[in-house]
């Protein structure tokens, strides 16, 4: 996806996706390359992580898991 700068605002780059300007994004600065500039030209990418969301699900459910476990070992008292 290619985005135009058109400004910085505290802190923020105000981002024009270059096909419909009327849609911004506003971006940290520090996340830029060194030496962006108003008027510059870039190429973002967005993937999917499968293999990360597939990780941090089955975290998730292996806590969620682990605290039943617990609540039943405490249902004793």
């Known amino acids: 996806m290619k985005v135009t700068i058109d400004r910085f605002e505290d802190g923020y780059a105000v981002l024009l996706i270059r096909n419909e300007e009327s849609v911004h994004i506003d971006f940290p600065v520090r996340y830029l390359p060194e030496g962006c500039k108003e008027g510059d030209i870039l190429d973002i990418s967005i993937c999917k992580d499968i293999q990360s969301t597939e990780d941090a699900k089955k975290r998730v459910s292996d806590l969620i898991e682990k605290l039943k476990n617990k609540k039943?070992?405490?249902?004793?008292f």
């Open 72 to 76: 039943y070992d405490n249902s004793h």
